[in-house]
């Protein structure tokens, strides 16, 4: 099936999403939303997140998207039931494919999150986790400092490396902990520092990958694959606001030239 697949996120951070889907599916045509006009989502109300959200979803359902793919934990953790159960086409959220790496990677049990306040509030990926397999002790941590850093471009350096620091304080006494859910998808961005603060013995996981094997699943299952190309297929990317942020993270992982401006409400 030749229709686009949707990507929505609350800024850039769902572009560390992006870049595996395209990676895993370079035949497919990808329109990614980032709402950088009202980021972070994470501080926000639960009301104010599902108002954003859907303008978000409206706005690339009327590309005739196909699947969309949900790459933000606040409103995964929000809403991805109701978004599920309201629209005719499949919804990926990225709480569920990330928990699943994680339950496959830890060999102790006691398994660490890292996201917005509104990602661990929600204890979605603590009860997620715990469905997946009853054994598993999880401690969720909020790290609000993280996302507004990330999306005014602080992204290396000795201050953001004391904020990451003070943030992980918590888990400082967790020593049989050994794997680490960035429950955040802007983290990954700064995922080295990160694992440089919890030590080689832990490993830390984003939803990336696992979230664009889940999309080509059930693409292949559902029959909608595209057709192969003889080429890569650029993807579209919108922003609310600030094409700036957008570039030059683009830049950092070499991928996305072309961004966009788009009217939400």
Request: hydrophobic content about 40%.
């Amino acid at each position: 099936m030749n229709k686009p697949i949707g990507v929505i996120d609350s800024g850039i951070g769902g572009l560390t999403v992006l870049t595996e889907l395209h990676r895993q599916l370079p035949d497919e045509q990808f329109i990614y939303l980032g709402d950088t006009l009202r980021c972070p989502y994470g501080t926000k109300t639960e009301e104010q997140v599902i108002q954003y959200t859907w303008e978000l979803v409206n706005y690339l359902t009327h590309h005739d998207i196909k699947l969309l793919v949900i790459a933000c934990n606040t409103a995964t953790a929000i809403l991805l039931d109701d978004l599920r159960e309201k629209l005719s086409i499949p919804v990926i959220g990225v709480i569920e494919p990330g928990s699943r790496a994680a339950v496959q990677s830890t060999k102790t049990n006691s398994v660490g999150v890292i996201g917005t306040t509104n990602t661990v509030k929600s204890d979605a990926y603590a009860n997620t986790l715990k469905m997946l397999n009853p054994a598993i002790e999880s401690m969720s941590v909020a790290c609000p400092k993280f996302v507004p850093m990330i999306e005014n471009g602080n992204v290396t350096g000795d201050a953001v490396k004391q904020i990451v620091n003070e943030s992980l304080q918590p888990f400082q006494d967790k020593t049989e902990m050994d794997t680490l859910i960035l429950g955040c998808t802007h983290y990954p961005i700064i995922q080295d520092i990160i694992e440089e603060i919890v030590g080689d013995h832990v490993m830390v996981l984003s939803s990336a990958l696992e979230t664009a094997t889940e999309v080509r699943s059930i693409l292949a299952y559902t029959n909608t694959l595209h057709e192969p190309m003889d080429a890569p297929v650029e993807p579209i990317i919108y922003t609310t606001q600030e094409i700036q942020s957008f570039e030059k993270l683009s830049a950092l992982l070499n991928q996305f030239a072309h961004i966009h401006l788009a009217k939400v409400q």
